[in-house]
């Protein structure tokens, strides 16, 4: 059994969960390449995160949040964030379900700082509701198109990006894929047919138990 992650992990968080019998191999097919912005005042904003990439920049072009209400899509980037010191108001497990709840509560003045392949959903929603949105690009996403040479028996995806950049010069047929949630599984699926395994709560923990829980079956 052969597992490849689509971008570099912590070896103790997945051997936790799959243990040390499985071969695995972790493989970088996106590069984030963080944007240099003069940080300017975030009085009155709401800010929306929808990347744990999206919060390390924000910090890197010393923006200080401390006074805002934050929103944000995924765990990892909510735990980013409270590592900083900033709470966390609400967070969702993708952009279109965080769409939802800031239009149901009529959240306005947002600020979305995120990459520049980020979808256009939050925007979408929000001012279709006559709701103020601005979109902030705090880093690039480069694809790097490998090209590899091995089979393996799964295939772990955790971006858009990463399945367009993976899938350009390799197959996805033969093996069992697994996705990090919705929005990555959509893409998957403008390349294959065949059944997708997909994290509902959009993390990594989630992800790593739905793969043993398959691997065992």
Same mark, same amino acid.
């Given at each position: *059994?052969?597992? #490849?992650?689509?971008?570099k992990?912590d070896?103790? /968080?997945?051997s936790?969960? !799959?243990?040390n019998?499985?071969?695995?191999?972790? =493989?970088? &097919?996106? +590069?984030i390449?963080?944007?240099?912005?003069n940080?300017?005042? !975030?009085e009155t904003k709401n =800010?929306?995160f929808? $990347?744990?990439?999206?919060?390390? %920049?924000?910090?890197?072009?010393?923006?200080?949040?401390?006074h805002n209400t934050?929103?944000?899509?995924?765990?990892?980037?909510a735990?980013?964030l *409270?590592?900083?010191?900033?709470k &966390?108001e609400?967070t969702?497990?993708?952009a279109k379900?965080?769409?939802?709840?800031?239009v149901?509560n009529k959240?306005?003045?947002v =600020? @979305?700082? %995120?990459g520049? #392949?980020?979808?256009?959903?939050?925007?979408?929603? #929000?001012?279709?509701e006559g709701?103020?949105y601005?979109k902030? /690009?705090v880093?690039e996403t480069? #694809?790097?198109?490998?090209?590899?040479? +091995?089979?393996?028996? &799964?295939?772990?995806f955790?971006?858009?990006?990463?399945?367009r950049?993976?899938?350009? @010069?390799n197959? !996805?047929?033969?093996?069992?894929?697994? $996705?990090?949630?919705?929005?990555?599984?959509?893409?998957?699926?403008?390349?294959?047919?065949? +059944?997708?395994?997909t994290?509902?709560?959009?993390?990594l923990?989630?992800l !790593?138990e739905?793969? +043993?829980? /398959?691997?065992? %079956?």
């Amino acid at each position: *059994m052969k597992i #490849l992650f689509t971008k570099k992990l912590d070896e103790t /968080e997945v051997s936790a969960i !799959l243990g040390n019998s499985i071969e695995r191999e972790f =493989l970088e &097919v996106i +590069k984030i390449n963080p944007k240099k912005i003069n940080p300017f005042s !975030l009085e009155t904003k709401n =800010l929306v995160f929808t $990347s744990e990439n999206a919060v390390k %920049c924000f910090f890197e072009n010393r923006f200080v949040a401390h006074h805002n209400t934050t929103y944000c899509v995924g765990e990892k980037t909510a735990q980013a964030l *409270m590592k900083q010191g900033v709470k &966390v108001e609400h967070t969702e497990k993708n952009a279109k379900a965080l769409a939802r709840y800031l239009v149901e509560n009529k959240i306005d003045n947002v =600020l @979305h700082f %995120c990459g520049n #392949l980020a979808l256009p959903t939050l925007q979408e929603e #929000l001012e279709k509701e006559g709701l103020s949105y601005k979109k902030i /690009e705090v880093y690039e996403t480069e #694809l790097h198109y490998p090209k590899i040479a +091995k089979t393996y028996d &799964v295939i772990a995806f955790f971006s858009p990006s990463g399945v367009r950049s993976f899938a350009k @010069h390799n197959t !996805l047929q033969g093996s069992t894929i697994f $996705s990090i949630g919705e929005t990555t599984t959509k893409e998957i699926e403008n390349f294959t047919k065949q +059944k997708i395994f997909t994290s509902e709560a959009n993390s990594l923990q989630h992800l !790593l138990e739905i793969i +043993k829980q /398959e691997i065992d %079956c």
